[in-house]
């Protein structure tokens, strides 16, 4: 991978894990004002879906080519995500369900390692590893140690379908028919859609919420603002920038990355929010942070054989729906 291809690539990363994490301080007010959880996320999706219509009318010949690629990434990567960390957090505490659910670029490497059978940096897996120290910290994961069985089990579902999300956005990348990467976040989003509507029942959503304010650091913004920022920053930004990174990084770079969104959540919420950020929460950060950089100064293995194909950068293995507080903060 070419140094410029890489720290571009690197830049889009932060700027995805950036939009993902900034969500919950524009969706936290929606939710206190009295906007479902659930209706909140399918504000997000479905108004993402409609920005990202031309689009995915753009590269209409996708269904016809790849229909099993947008239904897994519409069903497991977008849908699935969020539905497993829901339904976690309604048996298990908030900040273990965030750990359970950002298990799934460690699971990534898992899969890549001994499913795949192909190399996994040294750097990522130690920068993974301390990315989850760091994630445990953040979310203060000792505060909620009575566990249910089942709360755990639908958590690790939900890091299962997050793994998948950066499988499906680098599916293809090493082929000769490469899907365009923007084409499948525009169709996963439609198809997540429609499975979050029998999920979310959104004919039940109190549409007045919106039309009225939301306090935000102490000021009242339209609801309406918040809203578009979800869908227009926190997702439709979101979901192009990280497809992009996975196929400009390898997808085990870009999901040791991902764990970025997490700290950006907590900070924003600190500074927005008046939310109170600990010691442990800030040495927890800190660690992230230093996960993120060893995983992305890893160097593709090359094996003798094949010296590009067996690199991590080509590996086909490739959200979300990703940390984000407001996901966090909806079962506050």
């Not at 291809?5 to 939009?19: H, T």
Request: glycine share 12%.
């Amino acid at each position: 991978m070419k140094a410029s291809g890489k720290n571009s690539g690197l830049g889009i990363a932060l700027i995805s894990a950036a939009a993902f994490g900034g969500s919950g301080v524009a969706a936290k007010p929606l939710i206190e004002a009295g906007l479902d959880p659930l209706h909140m996320v399918w504000l997000r999706v479905a108004g993402a879906a409609l920005v990202l219509s031309p689009l995915a009318w753009r590269h209409r010949d996708l269904v016809r080519r790849k229909p099993a690629l947008l239904a897994g990434f519409g069903l497991i990567a977008v849908a699935g995500v969020q539905a497993f960390y829901f339904a976690s957090l309604s048996r298990i505490p908030v900040g273990v369900a965030l750990l359970l659910e950002y298990l799934g670029p460690a699971l990534l490497l898992g899969y890549i390692r001994f499913v795949q059978r192909k190399p996994v940096t040294r750097a990522a897996a130690v920068g993974a590893a301390v990315a989850v120290a760091g994630l445990a910290c953040v979310v203060e994961i000792w505060a909620g140690l009575s566990l249910d069985p089942l709360g755990v089990l639908l958590g690790l579902a939900a890091a299962c379908c997050q793994a998948c999300y950066f499988i499906f956005a680098d599916q293809g990348a090493d082929a000769e028919d490469v899907p365009d990467p923007l084409g499948v976040a525009a169709y996963g989003l439609i198809v997540g859609t429609l499975v979050m509507t029998v999920i979310a029942r959104p004919w039940q959503i109190d549409w007045s919420v919106l039309g009225g304010p939301a306090e935000i650091a102490g000021t009242e913004v339209p609801g309406l603002v918040l809203l578009g920022w979800v869908v227009l920053i926190a997702t439709v930004l979101a979901y192009l920038t990280g497809v992009v990174s996975v196929r400009k990084l390898s997808p085990q770079v870009a999901g040791v990355v991902a764990f970025l969104e997490a700290v950006v959540a907590t900070v924003l919420a600190w500074v927005l929010l008046a939310e109170h950020l600990s010691l442990p929460q800030v040495i927890g950060g800190a660690l992230v942070l230093g996960g993120a950089f060893i995983a992305q100064s890893s160097r593709p293995p090359q094996s003798a054989a094949e010296p590009v194909a067996g690199s991590a950068a080509g590996s086909a293995a490739g959200e979300a729906e990703s940390g984000e507080l407001d996901r966090q903060t909806a079962s506050a």
